[in-house]
């Protein structure tokens, strides 16, 4: 593709190890901010506003991985018989 024809840099395919990671998108800039390594897979998504924590499931591993969305990092790899279409359901601490 000629230089003049290449899309942006925040559009171009990821190379394929980007493919099991979680992208952390600055959505107003349109770049890539951070990347977390999850399985393979990863495909639903719920977020836990009490906890702060992002939950990814990954079906060939059949997880949900428990990110903190402060440091980016999997805190938790929770086993699941099937992986596929997660919810997230608040519970306050002492309830």
């Known amino acids: 593709m000629p230089s ?30 951070g990347a977390t390594k999850l399985g393979q897979q990863p495909f639903h998504s719920s977020y836990d506003p009490e906890g702060g924590r992002l939950l990814v499931t990954t079906n060939v591993d059949s997880m949900v991985n428990v990110i903190d969305t402060k440091t980016r990092q999997v805190v938790q790899k929770l086993p699941v018989t099937k992986a596929h279409g997660i919810v997230s359901v608040g519970i306050r601490a002492g309830s």
């Open 4 to 33: 003049s024809r290449r899309r942006p840099r925040e559009f171009r395919r990821a190379p394929y190890s980007h493919r099991l990671r979680g992208l952390w998108i600055d959505w107003r800039g349109r770049y890539i901010v």
